[in-house]
Nanobody, 113 residues
Framework: VQFVESGGGLVQPGGSLRLSCTVS????????MTWYRRAPGKEREWVAT????????FYGDSVKGRFTISRDNAKNTVYLQMNSLKPEETAVYYC???????WGQGTQVTVSS
């Protein structure tokens, strides 16, 4: 299984980024997908999950109302739209096929002025 994650970068506090994760998985459309992040010196943190159809989404309390997870099954891609970013959200963001050991390579998000 191969992943291509993109969209990370440097953004000012209060800014926005959109992460993408394309997965070469034949059964992509039957799997829930999840975003996690790991900040320097901290444990991995769950960010958001989306059902296989995209009809149901779940968010961590710290991102609720600011982040939006979505997917396009025709493109085998899951997205994470991040708004009102905070410096403490500087981390490497990873996508994961939920319930498996399939992980993206991670994309760095840095929130700094």
């Amino acid at each position: 299984v191969q992943f291509v994650e993109s969209g990370g970068g440097l953004v000012q506090p209060g800014g926005s980024l959109r992460l993408s994760c394309t997965v070469s998985l034949f059964t992509f459309s039957t799997n829930f997908m999840t975003w996690y992040r790991r900040a320097p010196g901290k444990e991995r943190e769950w960010v958001a999950t989306i059902s296989n159809t995209g009809g149901t989404t779940f968010y961590g309390d710290s991102v609720k109302g600011r982040f939006t997870i979505s997917r396009d099954n025709a493109k085998n891609t899951v997205y994470l739209q991040m708004n009102s970013l905070k410096p403490e959200e500087t981390a490497v963001y990873y996508c994961n096929v939920r319930g498996t050991n399939y992980w993206g390579q991670g994309t760095q998000v840095t929130v700094s002025s």
